[in-house]
């Protein structure tokens, strides 16, 4: 048997009388595995226990408030004109300053929209081409990366800075010319200041605005060029291109396009004659990479 319960209860005046009468009735109703607060000893089978210091007794009744203010999200609207890492203003094209990490990376940006300058409206370098004022037969090049630095020659010839820069419009068995020429995302010039085409994009597409008639000196020439290359700038079929631009055997042959014109002939003539024996003399397109 348990040793019998010492509780010593302080009664209060008034009301605080009755809550302790009804607090003993309550207790007497209990489980043995609720504990009320006591005072002296503790039965060590009780499991639970809890402090009656004092007579307040706890509202229940009470609703949650549910009128609490949320805090708003913040603001995430794209539109918004500052940078939210910075506190900055975005850089906008025509600024003068040049940013290369935005959605729309700047390749350039000198203070103003004016696109003759070779830096366009929408902040892209112009990428320049001329068609070589020297022709050559096909063993002349001798391949696709000394073709390159004819064209690196002839721009060093007109005091380019940036000559190092030229590549040959040429496909050969291992290589197309789009992959060959790596351009950003400028218009196509001509060193006049033409529009061949708007980006490099419409170039492969096939909507030129002017002919690849201007050699790097200025002059104008209409002729053919050896290109080895269809429209989309992929290599031409059907042909041994010169033994990857080679050899000036009248056993092989080469594609050519034509300067003057601004269809799909630019690159891959119609010609009767066309693919022509590698001894012929052609003049090459040049463009100018990042």
């Known amino acids: 048997m348990h040793a019998p319960r010492l509780l010593i209860i302080t009664l209060v005046a008034g009301c605080g009388s009755q809550r302790v009468q009804g607090y003993l009735d309550d207790l007497a ?6 504990t009320a607060s006591t005072t002296g000893t503790t039965d060590p089978a009780d499991t639970t226990t809890s402090s009656t210091t004092g007579t307040t007794e706890p509202d229940t009744t009470a609703e949650p408030d549910t009128t609490s203010a949320t805090t708003a999200p913040p603001d995430t ?5 500052t940078d939210s890492s910075t506190g900055d203003p975005p850089s906008i094209c025509g600024d003068g300053v040049l940013d290369e990490l935005g959605p729309a990376p700047e390749e350039c940006d000198d203070g103003n929209l004016d696109p003759g300058d ?3 409206k929408t902040c892209t370098l112009d990428i320049r081409v001329f068609v070589s004022s020297l022709q050559y037969t096909a063993g002349e090049l001798e391949g696709v990366h000394l073709a390159d630095a004819s064209c ?3 721009a060093a010839q007109t005091g380019d800075p940036t000559f190092i820069k030229y590549r040959a419009w040429l496909s050969d068995s291992t290589t197309d010319a789009r992959d060959h020429i790596k351009v950003g995302r400028g218009r196509i010039v001509l060193v006049n200041g033409l529009v061949v085409a708007e980006s490099w994009d419409a170039l492969l597409a096939g909507e030129l605005q002017s002919p690849i008639e201007v ?3 200025s002059e104008t020439y209409h002729g053919s060029v050896w290109t080895g290359t269809r429209p989309d700038g992929t290599a031409a079929p059907g042909s041994t291109h ?4 080679t050899s000036d055997s009248l056993q092989t042959t080469g594609y050519f396009g034509e ?7 630019w690159t891959l003539s119609e010609s009767f004659i066309n693919p022509d024996v590698c001894a012929s003399y052609n003049s090459i397109y040049c463009f100018k990479t990042r």
């Open 152 to 154: 690196a020659n002839l």
């Open 242 to 245: 010169c033994a990857d631009w």
């Open 77 to 81: 609207d794209p539109s918004s004109t």
């Open 118 to 120: 070779g830096c366009s």
């Open 215 to 217: 050699t790097e000196k």
């Open 29 to 34: 109703d209990c489980p043995s595995s609720t």
């Open 259 to 265: 300067s003057n014109k601004t269809t799909a002939e």
